[in-house]
């Protein structure tokens, strides 16, 4: 039996894709289209039965001031990030609640004190494994979410350590800290099948609600859990678990605003959920009879979630193979097909997270035309001494956000 993938292998063309006169277009090129993106923004209100205030959305994925605006304007109000900039730009879009979903150390957490003390109408608060973690943010308006070991091994606390969750707390109290909640974040399960994912899932969430009761019975309460990533997103919309009283759960995907190829095979096709960003590439050769190669390497569709790194929409002859830095190679199996030198080919990435931060720009795409060309306004990472480079927070104006 062949091994499960967690990728969709091709997408049925939709014109509303297609950009009319892109002979002005630099490829490869981050298109992002407004209506798709509203509709999967809508989409996920309508899973959580139209509370906003259940999604942690993580604009890691989002990236642009314009879908984090777009977010608020739907009434999503709290979110997690990775990084200071990230931090920066949900602060400066009107986030009213963000969890930096990071182990912060040494000058980072500086600067995320930095933020919190410019943004004092922002709710701030950070992840903790260890007592030197909880420490660091001593005197300042930061709070705590404990950080959980699910068993990705990435980070945080395994869920068997119940006497360190304990002494953490206990910390916590008495550096007059507040405690917001456990982070719990089970992606290892992306790769299983639907009922083999859900079945571990809620296995895990069994364990997760027994350590909520014991930290309860020790007098501490747990204003909020947060669950859930795109993978297991499914999972915990089933967990009757969650919906009990004495805590705020709250689920945070992040791929599903824009969709990648690998989030469309997770998530049940009855959601509605479509690719609201794609790469426009363009064909600049034929090296020999079956494949062509276009202007799309890794560092314009991220290659880290392994090869083929993306689908090309309305071609399924054509399959991506291992990319170089500025190639993406592709096997044609249908010559009487292959497109053509200086054709264009629209892709879906494998992982949309990191190929959106490969752009400086995206286009914005409605019905064929370009609305407008937006910074990826938390692309990478801010200027890396504190105190010392100026413009570290320079945010160019961003354009208005379309309302859902």
């Not at 006497?163 to 916590?172: A, F, H, S, W």
């Not at 949309?352 to 370009?370: K, Y």
Request: hydrophobic content about 40%; proline content about 6%; charged content about 20%.
């Amino acid at each position: 039996m062949a091994p499960y993938n967690p990728m969709l292998s091709e997408f049925p063309w939709d014109e509303r894709y297609r950009l009319t006169g892109i002979e002005d277009v630099l490829t490869p090129a981050l298109l992002v289209y407004p209506d798709f993106l509203a509709a999967n923004i809508a989409c996920t209100l309508h899973l959580l039965a139209g509370n906003a205030d259940r999604w942690r959305a993580h604009i890691k994925t989002a990236k642009l001031a314009y879908t984090l605006r777009m977010l608020v304007e739907a009434g999503v109000r709290n979110f997690k990030c990775a990084t200071t900039l990230e931090l920066l730009v949900a602060c400066r879009n009107a986030a009213e609640d963000v969890l930096l979903a990071y182990p912060a150390m040494g000058a980072n957490a500086r600067r995320v004190r930095e933020i919190a003390d410019q943004f004092p109408e922002v709710r701030i608060s950070a992840l903790a494994e260890n007592e030197e973690q909880v420490r660091q943010w001593h005197g300042s308006r930061v709070g705590i979410f404990l950080d959980l070991n699910p068993g990705m091994n990435r980070t945080g606390i395994e869920q068997n350590q119940r006497q360190k969750i304990t002494t953490l707390l206990r910390e916590m109290e008495d550096l007059g800290l507040e405690f917001r909640g456990l982070h719990y974040y089970d992606g290892q399960y992306g790769a299983l099948v639907d009922h083999e994912r859900t079945v571990a899932a809620h296995a895990g969430y069994d364990r997760l609600l027994e350590l909520v009761d014991e930290i309860r019975r020790n007098g501490t309460a747990v204003p909020e859990v947060i669950t859930a990533g795109t993978p297991t997103f499914p999972s915990s919309l089933a967990y009757a678990g969650f919906h009990r009283g004495g805590f705020v759960h709250r689920v945070s995907p992040g791929t599903l605003v824009y969709c990648d190829s690998t989030s469309l095979a997770q998530l049940p096709s009855e959601y509605g959920y479509a690719p609201a960003a794609m790469v426009l590439t363009r064909v600049i050769s034929c090296p020999h009879d079956g494949r062509i190669t276009c202007d799309a390497g890794h560092k314009a569709v991220s290659a880290d979630a392994g090869v083929p790194t993306c689908v090309v929409v309305g071609h399924s002859g054509l399959t991506p193979l291992a990319p170089s830095e500025e190639h993406l190679p592709l096997n044609s199996n249908n010559e009487m097909v292959r497109p053509r030198v200086g054709a264009a080919l629209y892709l879906v990435p494998r992982h949309i997270c990191p190929t959106v931060n490969n752009f400086d720009s995206a286009l914005l795409v409605r019905d064929g035309q370009i609305l407008a060309v937006e910074k990826v306004s938390a692309r990478g990472r801010e200027a890396p001494l504190l105190g010392t480079l100026e413009g570290r927070d320079a945010v160019l104006k961003p354009a208005a956000a379309e309302k859902v």
